[in-house]
């Protein structure tokens, strides 16, 4: 019988594709979220493309008897990833106490919740931006954390913390922490995809948006950085790569025999790209040209960061199998269809 396999923030970006890989690889996902950064007919896009019924709970992750109920109802629940959380950085500068609040309070929530139904396997989402600016690139697992910029990043900082001393208690719990790069993309299907609320932060919806004539034109956040072009260097990870590393985490969590136990990898592709060349990998991918401009630099950007991957290729036995190219036209794809459903009223 399939493993009942929790997503929390399931209807979401990173959330979504995983569903659909979890699906694929044979796991039973049953989606929470509270779509509080997401839209229900994700769920009937994502019953659409996987032919199955997935079972929906539209709950909040703080809510500590609303979870309980979906263990209680939902069958065994083999592992849970977690996605749920907040994650404009922004914003957590205006409002950290939504972040400290939502954050924390759905893992933690949850955590009491899984070990009262002994449920011991958790993937968390955290990110690269723990490492802030790393004084040595690639980053490696090893690489120092630092300061956190913003109080979303120390939320993800605070989270590992949480679940490094949850390991040594005596519940049951074995954990791996992901720490992404930059996740972009959309599924082939281009039935799902990123739905950002508003003028996007992040740069490929930009980059999208204006192509599609949404945005008049992009504005290139600072060409006086150190490093070849002037531009700041990311690890931009197709988001299916992403979610199949979580396939690969649950699978290492399952091999795990020793008890209790956190291990924390880095997701992204080991290479890293600057706006320009995003720029240009579009306009190569996409065949359009993209109007845009250089600005000022961006308040608390960091200038290159890139991943080391080896650790998770030997040990999850993952890595990625798409190209840049392949990332920017899924997104492309899906703007187009997004820019259809619209029109059609949807
Ligand atoms: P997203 O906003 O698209 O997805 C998060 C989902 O969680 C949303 O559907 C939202 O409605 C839901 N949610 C939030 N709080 C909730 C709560 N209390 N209860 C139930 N549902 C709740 O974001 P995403 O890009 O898919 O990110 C997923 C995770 O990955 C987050 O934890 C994020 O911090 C982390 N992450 C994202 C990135 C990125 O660039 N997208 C990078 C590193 C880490
Ligand atoms: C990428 C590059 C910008 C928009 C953020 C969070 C981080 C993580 C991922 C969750 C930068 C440049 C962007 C634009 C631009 N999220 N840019 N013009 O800043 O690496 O990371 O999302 O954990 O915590 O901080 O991603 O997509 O915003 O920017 O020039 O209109 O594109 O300066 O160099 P970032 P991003």
């Known amino acids: 019988m399939s493993k009942n396999i929790l997503v929390t923030g399931g209807a979401g970006y990173i959330g979504s594709h995983t569903v659909a890989e979890l699906a694929a690889a044979g796991y039973a996902p049953v989606i929470l979220d509270n779509l509080s950064n997401s839209h229900v007919s994700v769920i009937d896009n994502l019953r659409a493309l996987t032919g199955q019924e997935l079972p929906f709970f539209e709950l909040d992750c703080t809510d500590p008897k609303a979870l309980n109920e979906v263990f ?10 977690h996605f749920a959380a907040d994650k404009a950085v922004g914003e957590s500068v205006s409002d950290p106490l939504k972040y400290y609040r939502n954050n924390l309070g759905s893992l933690i929530t949850l955590l009491e919740t899984m070990r009262a139904h002994d449920c011991a396997d958790i993937v968390f989402s955290s990110s690269c931006t723990v490492y802030g600016q790393p004084e040595t690139l690639p980053v490696t697992e090893e690489t120092p954390r630092k300061e956190a910029e913003s109080p979303y990043g120390n939320t993800k900082k605070i989270c590992e913390d949480i679940l490094m001393d949850h390991v040594k208690s005596q519940a049951p719990i074995k954990c791996v922490a992901l720490r992404y790069f930059n996740p972009i993309g959309a599924h082939p299907s281009a039935l799902i995809g990123e739905l950002p609320l508003g003028i996007p932060n992040n740069l490929v919806p930009f980059v999208t948006q204006t192509a599609a004539g949404i945005r008049e034109q992009l504005t290139v956040f600072g060409n006086d950085y150190n490093t070849p072009d002037g531009t700041c260097i990311r690890d931009y990870i197709h988001v299916v790569d992403l979610a199949t590393a979580h396939i690969r985490a649950l ?76 990332a920017l036209k899924s997104a492309w794809e899906w703007q187009k269809a997004l820019g259809a459903r619209e029109k059609r009223g949807e």
């Open 72 to 81: 209680v109802t939902a069958g065994p629940i083999a592992g849970v990833i």
């Open 251 to 326: 699978q290492y969590l399952d091999n795990q025999d020793t008890g209790n136990f956190f291990d924390v990898f880095n997701v992204g592709t080991g290479q890293g790209n600057s706006v320009f060349e995003i720029i240009k990998a579009f306009e190569a991918a996409t065949g359009m040209t993209l109007k845009h401009k250089i600005g000022p630099r961006r308040k608390g950007d960091i200038e290159k960061i890139f991943a080391n991957v080896d650790k998770s290729a030997k040990l999850l036995d993952w890595s990625t199998t798409r190209s840049l190219s392949d």
